[in-house]
Each structure stands twice: as C-alpha cells, then as structure tokens.
C-alpha cells in the first residue's frame, strides 16, 4: 500500500465548476499536510497547508481528518488557469529530520 | 531573491556514463533536498542536507548515487554508472524555517 494515495484522474471539468480531491495517507504518525500545484514539466509549489480546522484561500479550501486519515482540497469556480496537477504532501518528523511523502497527483483540466 | 536553481535543465547520456546534477539553493537556507520522479511514480525523497551534513540520505536509491554539499552552499548530485532506470526528473529544494522552495528540475534520460 502506498503511503499517500491519490486519485491520479485525469478529472475534465469546464470553467465554472466546483471540483473535489481527496488524499488517504496510511502513517498515523504524520504531522503535517499540504497541497502543492504542479504546472506541466515545472516544478511543485505550495497551493497551501491543510488543517483539521479547514483552511480557506479564496476559492480554495483544503480539510484533514485526522481520524480517518484523509485530506481534501475543494476548487469552487473552476478557472482555466487551475488546469495542473495536485500533489498531495504529508510530513513526517523523525528527530531532526523533516521527511516529505508525496502522492503520485490528481490530474485537472478545466476546458471552456 | 533568486530561488532555487538547477543544472543542466535537460542531460541525455548513455548507460554506464556519469552524469553530475547541481543545484544551488536560496541563499542562507541551510536544509537543502534532492528529490526524484520516475515517469508514471510519485516524487521521492532522496536525501536532506543540513549545511554540508547529510542528515538523511535513506532514499539514495544504490551507492550509484553520491550527493555532495561542501561548504554548504551549491549540492551536487552524481550518479556513476547510470542505469536506464535512473531515468526521471530531479527536483533539488531548499529550506530556511518552514517551507520547501523547489528548483525546475534536471530531466535526466539514460539510453
């Protein structure tokens, strides 16, 4: 079983339409938990860190159960500049050492 | 601020040649990663440096690979011999307190 799981997708949606992700991670150890973008042979960077208190940025919106060991991020308000893909991150800390896990990625096209 | 830079972008070589990765993090972060994507995998930690001190280096795949950091500014990454399943995207980050800013990557293909 893979640490982090994703749905790879890919998942078509046309612009203006709300689009969901989940992540399971299996390390009940883990700490902490992100959402990074990653643009087509670019490199990841951080969409935003996901708390089980839920964590909004504009029309974004990332949730962890800690209980069931799931992650989600929510797009309301599809644009077609979101069309990349979703890597969901969770960190595991060992001591001094700060271990990122990665999912293999959702796929999003957003068409007009 | 400049981020994270990588060299060469692109690298073709053969199997059985050396290939050296560099990549030069963020000024003044002291932690610095090297990651890999294997097409169609997820990406994977490789190994973490604190200033010139590996801190982790579990995910070095074989003794193929040696990372170096001396003097803990620019890393270099060199796999010798390659093998074709070396293959993939190698994604240098640095970190000063929280988050990991990535570099673009080597793609690296071993024919």
């Known amino acids: 079983r893979k640490e982090v799981e994703q749905d790879p997708g890919p998942f078509n949606v046309p612009e203006g339409a709300t689009v969901a992700f989940n992540c399971t991670y299996s390390?009940?150890?883990?700490?902490?938990f992100f959402w990074y973008r990653q643009d087509c042979r670019k490199e990841p960077k951080l969409l935003m860190s996901v708390y089980s208190s839920g964590n909004e940025d504009g029309r974004f919106t990332a949730q962890l159960n800690r209980a069931s060991q799931y992650i989600s991020l929510l797009i309301r308000d599809s644009k077609l500049s979101d069309s990349a893909t979703y890597l969901c991150?969770?960190?595991?800390?060992?001591?001094?050492?700060?271990?990122?896990?990665w999912g293999l990625g959702t796929s999003l096209a957003v068409n007009p | 601020e400049a981020g994270v830079t990588q060299f060469p972008s692109h690298s073709v070589i053969e199997k059985g040649q050396t290939v050296t990765l560099r990549c030069d993090p963020i000024s003044g972060h002291d932690n610095l990663y090297w990651y890999r994507r294997v097409m169609g995998k997820e990406i994977k930690f490789l190994l973490h440096f604190v200033k010139e001190s590996k801190q982790d280096e579990s995910g070095m795949p074989n003794n193929r690979f040696l990372a170096e950091r001396t003097g803990g500014t620019y890393s270099t990454l060199k796999v010798q011999p390659a093998e074709l399943e070396d293959s993939g995207v190698y994604f240098c980050?640095?970190?000063?307190?929280?988050?990991?800013?990535f570099g673009p990557g080597t793609r690296l293909t071993v024919l």
């Open positions: 390390n009940s150890a883990s700490q902490s």
């Open positions: 980050a640095s970190r000063g307190h929280n988050e990991q800013f």
């Open positions: 991150v969770v960190i595991i800390n060992a001591g001094n050492n700060r271990k990122l896990i």
